[in-house]
């Protein structure tokens, strides 16, 4: 059972960069999955960031490309988000899943990290 | 760029009613990356649907999903207590590569 877990700071500033990891454990980040980020602004819907594979191949959302990393830590079995440029807009709870290779889905979730951005 | 819509926006039912649930594509979406989700407050979504069709591990078989292209349906056979949430679909293929509908709250009558 795979369980992931974010972890960063809960307040960055505007202008600044917001940057979170997510924890994997319970399977290899090494195995035929690509592993997202994904955002909820406070009563809003679903926004996906972006993804990498285990060799660093990413995909990025290109409304959020310019200010996008994405990154893989294989010894530590993690993978990281960074987002530059901040404001307010990108107050949200920020979740890190694992799609299913197969069928683009997100079978299993972070429990969700609020990432508020204000001076 | 690929749009998900989802009506209607709130359901209102009551238990043991049927609900029905659309999510309308603006391209046609293959329906092997056609998903459901199902999201309570405080809580990370929790997928239902793969395939368009396919229940995931452990969910109950009054959950289905249907449809083809652009139009796809989430069917709530008989509503419990605790399938009162908001639902979202999401297609991964198109640009940008997976989109998430606005969702449907579904609401206690």
Known sequence: QVQLQESGPGLVKPSGTLSLTCAVSGGSISSTNWWSWVRQPPGKGLEWIGEIFHSGSTNYNPSLKSRVTISVDKSRTQFSLTLSSVTAADTAVYYCAKSNWNYGTFDYWGQGTLVTVSS | ?109
Not at chain 2, 28 to 49: D, E, M, N
């Open chain 2, 1 to 109: 760029e690929i749009v998900l819509t989802q009506s209607p926006g709130t359901l209102s039912l009551s238990p043991g009613e049927r609900a029905t649930l659309s999510c309308r594509a603006s391209q046609s979406v293959s329906s092997s990356y056609l998903g459901w989700y199902q999201q309570k407050p405080g809580q990370a979504p929790r997928l239902l649907i793969y395939g368009a069709s396919s229940r995931a591990t452990g969910i109950p078989d009054r959950f289905s999903g249907s449809g083809s292209g652009t139009d796809f349906t989430l069917t709530i056979s008989r509503l419990e207590p605790e399938d009162f949430a908001v639902y979202y679909c999401q297609q991964y293929g198109r640009s940008p590569l997976y989109t998430f509908g606005q969702g449907t709250k579904l609401e206690i009558k």
